[in-house]
């Protein structure tokens, strides 16, 4: 029996690079599509050829969503996911033998600001704004059309936990010893977060009354794999599937955990009036931090997955211990 081939596109990212490692030692051949290397997005004959007879194909590939959002920075974001889950559709439609399971990646984000109830993939309600139009308009692009004989599942990742770029940022804000709460309140109206794509949504940027009560849901990079093989194995896992922890926490608990875990004895509280300049500074976005994210993975539940991480105080302390 030949070796079976998984296909990853934006292979480059933390997750990536975990992903390729766990498929090899599980035994597949992993090929990338990248913007650069053997196959290119450049190159979509290229394209077609790799992913006909592939048995797995992944889609992680996106800009990175840490900078800030001037009209650049959108464009690139939405059209970088659209452009090539457009290119990878058309490639498996006209394959012989497409892959039997497609995973794009997709993102927690896509729920509205929520504090009064969990979001699950059944009776979430979508948001509205920049980053929910993103998520929506490459889902779209991701379900259009027919394929028959291929498995469709759009991961909706909450923040990975790892040795990636949202773990960073929050690690470096604690040991700077602001790592109290973020608290959101009035700021001047802006439209970095004003709807975008063929639906805009939303128009100026939101504000809320947390008080630091804003929820924050996770997930460690190792259950992020286990998940991509519990989602192989269970061929009755389709559409959208929430990645993210059964115990989500507040803005409040997340900061507590990571000063004990860098062992900071306090941390300055951050108010929206404090936070905006220092993240810009760091060329994030306070949404990162502010918009309350209270996502649950009801259908990975349901259908019987055990989390390595269920809780975030053994997450954090063992990325902290890894790094």
């Known amino acids: 029996m030949s070796t079976p081939l998984a296909v990853i596109a934006g292979a480059s990212g933390f997750i990536g690079e975990r992903l390729s490692e766990d498929l090899a030692g599980r035994g597949y051949r992993v090929a990338t599509i990248g913007r650069c290397g053997p196959v290119t997005w450049s190159d979509p004959r ?10 797995l194909l992944v889609n992680l590939a996106g800009k990175n969503v840490s900078g800030r ?3 650049r920075n959108r ?14 559709r058309e490639a498996v439609a006209k394959a012989e033998l497409p892959p039997r399971l497609w995973l794009n990646a997709s993102t927690a984000t896509i729920y509205r ?12 309600e979508l948001g509205t704004g920049f980053s929910v139009d993103v998520a929506r308009t490459w889902e779209q692009e991701f379900f259009a059309g027919e394929l ?12 990975v936990l790892g040795d990636g770029p949202a773990t960073n940022k929050l690690l470096v804000i604690t040991r700077l010893g602001l790592g109290g709460p973020q608290i959101d309140g009035w700021w001047p109206a802006h439209r970095r977060y004003r709807g975008i794509g063929p639906d805009p949504t939303g128009d100026l940027s939101p504000s809320h009354r947390t008080r630091g009560e804003q929820r ?3 997930i460690h990079i190792d259950d992020v794999l286990a998940a991509i093989r519990f989602i192989e194995e269970h061929e009755d896992i389709s559409g959208a599937v929430n990645l993210a922890a059964p115990n989500p ?11 004990r875990a860098v062992r900071r004895p306090f941390g300055l509280p951050a108010y929206r009036w404090m936070l905006e300049p220092a993240m810009f500074v760091l060329r994030v976005e306070p949404e990162m931090l502010l918009k309350s994210r209270w996502v649950l993975p009801e259908r990975l539940e349901q259908a019987g997955f055990e989390f390595r991480w269920p809780q975030l105080e053994g997450a954090i302390g063992n990325v902290v211990a890894e790094r």
């Open 46 to 55: 290229a394209i077609e050829r790799l992913v006909d007879g592939a048995q």
């Open 69 to 71: 959002y001037n009209d």
């Open 75 to 88: 464009n690139a974001i939405l059209h970088s996911r659209i452009d090539t889950t457009r290119a990878l």
């Open 113 to 124: 600001h929520a504090m009064d109830r969990p979001q699950t993939e059944d009776s979430g």
């Open 148 to 159: 028959p004989g291929v498995r469709r599942v759009a991961l909706r990742m909450a923040i």
């Open 216 to 218: 924050f849901s996770w």
């Open 249 to 259: 926490v507040t803005n409040r608990e997340l900061m507590a955990i990571l000063r």
